[in-house]
């Protein structure tokens, strides 16, 4: 059995109210357990907090796009023709700037990082190119280095074309105006036009079939085929000085001359000619003069008309070319049939370009009678 106390209480008085008082806690003591119960209670909902936003934030994350979710590169093939445009000096990451934004890769990261590891993407060329929306990196420079993704327009200029028919011919294959290929024919240093041309293209813009990127301003077309012209003269090993000299007696020999043999043979009789200063007497440079392209023959008001071009009243090399004489026009003025004295020459075959030579007036004339007999029997307009 417990033992068992008696309460007492106290007796009543000012002694025991001031034992009451003395029981209770101080009041520091008070504040001091207020403020750790504080502490207590911010650490427990910081806790709570932590553990909230340890909870929330991922699946905030998965809600907003994120780089670590972004597609790196695409598998490819790639899909849907898309053209690209590729500018001188560009490298790897000018590129890598123009297919993303074209949607042609996926990042820059990737494209650089496909680039650096080709060694042949340094022979990436400028130009505009055909390629696929969403292809793998790798793939987008390897379809770089291939030619036949290359948009490009081809133009074929015909020997013996005069400045204005090749004008009308760039301008219906490219689309540039003409107008704008005259402007840039008048602006000898874009062109890059050299001073013995004086100012003037024709003869200078060599014919050939080029390759033209869609978007090529017509000072760039004339100046890539002046260029063409200056690289001949410098395959021959020509003198500046001859420069000239040369594309005015190719363009003759190109205009008189049908057959690649008989291109040296009529250089070497107007050069023969110029030694004794025979006058060329050349319907081509005559016809030229006037403009007029109708015929193969001139008339004698043609003849009669005082121009620079007209060689039956000037003696030696006409004003300027006549023509854009091509490789074997411009080959045979530099080396034309050597040891012959012929002064005359005379196509007796309109359609095949049969030429016949001779050293005098006699003979000249016995040719003439050969091309009456052609002509006879091939009445018509020539």
Same mark, same amino acid.
Request: charged share 35%; glycine share 6%; no cysteine.
């Given at each position: 059995m417990s033992e068992w106390f008696p309460v007492q209480t106290p007796p009543e008085g000012d002694g025991s109210r001031r034992r009451?008082?003395? +029981? /209770? *806690?101080?009041?520091? $003591? @008070?504040?001091?357990?207020?403020?750790?119960?504080a502490v207590v209670t911010l650490v427990t909902l910081g806790a709570v907090g932590l553990t909230t936003v340890n909870v929330v934030l991922p699946f905030l994350r998965d809600l907003r796009p994120s780089k670590s979710n972004e *597609? #790196?590169?695409?598998?490819?093939? !790639?899909? !849907?023709?898309?053209?690209?445009?590729v500018k001188s000096g560009e490298m790897g990451a000018e590129i890598a700037h123009t297919l993303t934004d074209a949607g042609v890769v996926a990042t820059e990261k990737s494209f650089i990082s496909a680039y650096s590891a080709n060694p042949a993407s340094q022979s990436i060329t400028p130009g505009t190119? +055909?390629?696929?929306? #969403?292809?793998? +990196?790798?793939? $987008?420079v390897v379809a770089l280095l291939n030619p036949t993704n290359r948009v490009v327009i081809k133009v074929m200029i015909p020997e !013996?074309? /005069?400045?204005?028919?090749?004008?009308?011919? @760039?301008s219906d294959e490219l689309g540039i105006p003409v107008e704008d290929l005259v402007t840039a024919a008048g602006d000898p240093v874009g062109i890059g036009l050299p001073e013995e041309a004086k100012g003037d293209v024709e003869g200078w813009l060599f014919p050939a079939t080029y390759d033209f990127d869609p978007n090529t301003t017509a000072t760039q077309v004339l100046a890539r085929m002046v260029a063409r012209t200056l690289q001949e003269l410098d395959l021959h090993e020509v003198p500046?000085?001859?420069?000239?000299?040369?594309?005015?007696?190719?363009? @003759? @020999?190109e205009k008189e001359s049908k057959l690649p043999d008989d291109r040296p043979k009529v250089a070497r009789v107007f050069l023969n000619r110029n030694k004794i200063q025979m006058p060329w007497q050349s319907d081509a440079t005559v016809a030229y003069g006037v403009q007029e392209f109708d015929s193969v023959f001139t008339s004698d008001e043609a003849r009669a008309d005082d121009n620079a071009y007209n060689t039956y009243l000037h003696a030696s090399y006409p004003g300027g070319a006549i023509c854009n004489p091509g490789a074997d026009a411009i080959a045979a003025a530099v080396n034309p049939t050597p040891k012959k004295h012929w002064l005359y020459f005379i196509a007796v075959n309109l359609v095949t370009g049969e030429t016949l030579y001779s050293d005098d007036l006699n003979g000249h004339a016995a040719n003439r009678d050969v091309l009456q007999e052609w002509l006879d029997e091939h009445p018509g307009e020539w």
């Open positions: 009451r008082d003395e +029981a /209770r *806690v101080p009041k520091p $003591a @008070v504040r001091r357990r207020r403020i750790i119960t *597609v #790196e590169d695409f598998p490819g093939p !790639g899909s !849907g023709p898309v053209e690209i445009v190119y +055909a390629l696929l929306k #969403e292809m793998k +990196a790798s793939d $987008a !013996g074309f /005069r400045a204005r028919q090749i004008y009308t011919r @760039v500046q000085k001859k420069w000239r000299k040369i594309i005015i007696l190719a363009s @003759v @020999v």
